[in-house]
DNA sequence: CTGAAAGCGCTTACAG
DNA sequence: CTGAAAGCGCTTACAG
């Protein structure tokens, strides 16, 4: 079944019924009518090739997440707990809004090519891109796509460097000043002095802010930063392990850590516990995301809560903008953050030592 | 740039440019050669919707998730601990097959027709189903569609009925015989007699199997079936609570329980604690699914394993075998399972009531 | 081995 | 308001 059948069937040419499926004005309510009642008697739905050699959009979106855990590990994206509320928001709002979305993990960086191939074979009107890492290999991609992109987690100040002039970009962050500083405030509050940090990996803009807000906000409560306490970390759970144990055996221990996100603050839990330390007794600890697991481990994480479906929706509006309209620009968007007081700090039961 | 340019620089002509692009015999390697040399200088890229209206594939792969959640609910995806790691596997291996997924949540059954249509504009090859419910809306899809689908969880019988023809269908379930079966006599190897089942939810077929295995396991164990330890629930978490704690008021508890996900594992284990109850002491429970929170939760879960990654694997060489051949067939799989013995089940420390 | 030409199924100026 | 015609960028018989 194809637009001129549907055409021969009402009695009009196939202009007309092209003017009947996109929905032009100038068809007269009459013939509309006649029209659509083919259309709808033969299920008839244009082909989507045609359309869009024809110059109309592909109403696709592209979602693409770079793995933080290579190809091997199981449960690389949608066990974990930051890309998967991600990918689930988009999907669906994606959905809601119209749009197909075409969903593409990226595990190494010479997997590149497959973002760029997507936007030049013209599958998608436009992308979002989910980075841990800020790299060449993305800054290339963005300086040569002339689609619109939303990158998440990313900083501005390097977008708007390498760009080229028509581009239309959104990036989206964290307010991760709020969320530390929640977190700092809190641990402050309940007498802690000597706090460390469990810090992301320092590629990923994220990761860096929030060890940076973490050291300004020790400043401003005229605390030290000791670099002992400064934990080296991915935002895996894998890489804390070693490092918290090197930390036990050093017997140089702060009462309270701010962890960087949640998989590293349970893997923290469960390094010391094994080591037979209590939490939050003998140690506060904090994470960041608010993840599912984060109310389940015991004791349930206190936390910076991430609004993953507010951020997508409003990614999602900023790039179907950006679409719509071909003005090139830069847009930049911080998204709010909460903070969740659960079980895992109390106040310091340490005698304190001078600092 | 188009082919024609390509053409032009090459020296060429369109169809020798296609030839090389399609990887035709029929080009003297020099040819190639030449033609490439150009097409890399340029990154030149096909325009899919031109191939595709010419009679190509579009190299995409549907992926449908039927969401047990309704759209309000914030994890509803990929926080859910079976659909997670489907679309995780399903994306991953989609990706390294070289396809595109183009992946779809319908979360009532009112956007079917969304299915349809992504079918019916040709965005697809083919498509995966992943559901929880045997529907009219599904079966009416299967007949409608000439395109290759495999359908995750789905009674082999009621496709078979269905379907027109010239179908292409994949059947794709877990062996659930088996994974109850191991569940079932590890129970009783600890010397439980009353044991009780939380079903999942009877328009599943999975949900339906594991009550009949179960049923059947029991008999030829001798063990009786007793209505009131067969526990009515759909797969979350939520409905299970009330039906649990209606269970623990009526003080008439088997000493051992059977979940038909971890989901509702979780549940049941967090509700006959807040009662005061011991898990596994006084009573023992078993899961379903080996997700990430089964190995979390206190006491971690002794549980079935479902290879999901493996299924994804098989089930999408099933669809590419699919999308290859278009002689009509059904191909029916079965997933082998695992089992998971972790710290939920204990020895049946009751004194046995004659049962 | 290679090119000219038709065709895929739409949309969109253009002319009326 | 409406239709005939050109065009989107490929692929593929067909002829040579």
Not at 177 to 205: A, P, W
Not at 226 to 236: E, L, V
Not at 306 to 317: C, G, L, Q, T
């Amino acid at each position: 079944m194809k637009s001129e059948e549907i055409a021969r069937l009402a009695g009009v040419s196939r202009s007309t019924v092209s003017r009947v499926i996109n929905n032009y004005p100038n068809v007269p309510a009459k013939t509309r009518e006649k029209v659509m009642k083919i259309i709808r008697e033969y299920h008839y739905e244009p082909n989507l090739s045609a359309r869009v050699l024809a110059g109309k959009r592909t109403n696709t979106i592209g979602l693409f997440l770079f793995s933080i855990y290579d190809i091997k590990s199981p449960y690389r994206i949608y066990g974990n707990a930051y890309f998967s509320p991600f990918v689930d928001a988009f999907v669906d709002i994606g959905n809601s809004m119209g749009y197909y979305m075409l969903v593409h993990t990226v595990c190494k960086p010479g997997d590149c090519w497959r973002i760029r191939q997507t936007f030049s074979q013209k599958r998608i009107d436009g992308g979002i891109i989910i980075t841990t890492d800020e790299s060449r290999e993305i800054e290339s991609i963005l300086s040569d796509i002339s689609h619109p992109v939303v990158i998440m987690d990313y900083s501005p100040s390097q977008i708007e460097k390498t760009i080229n002039p028509k581009a239309r970009i959104g990036v989206f962050n964290f307010n991760d000043e709020k969320g530390v500083n929640s977190v700092v405030d809190h641990l402050v509050s309940l007498g802690h002095r000597r706090i460390g940090m469990i810090m992301g990996r320092q590629t990923s803009y994220s990761g860096r802010r929030r060890r940076e807000c973490f050291v300004k906000r020790l400043a401003h409560h005229g605390l030290p930063v000791d670099d002992r306490y400064m934990i080296k970390g991915d935002f895996t759970w894998e890489t804390v392990v070693p490092e918290i144990e090197k930390l036990i055996f050093s017997h140089q221990l702060p009462t309270a850590i701010v962890a960087s996100n949640d998989a590293m603050a349970i893997a923290a839990i469960e390094t010391f516990r094994r080591h037979g330390m209590r939490i939050p007794e003998d140690i506060s600890i904090t994470g960041y995301d608010d993840s599912p697991a984060s109310a389940i481990v015991k004791p349930s994480l206190t936390t910076v809560q991430i609004p993953f479906f507010e951020m997508a929706k409003r990614s999602m509006d900023m790039l179907s903008e950006l679409i719509e309209s071909d003005k090139p620009r830069i847009m930049v968007c911080n998204a709010d953050v909460g903070f969740v007081i659960r079980e895992s700090c109390c106040e310091n039961l340490h005698e304190e030592v001078a600092v």
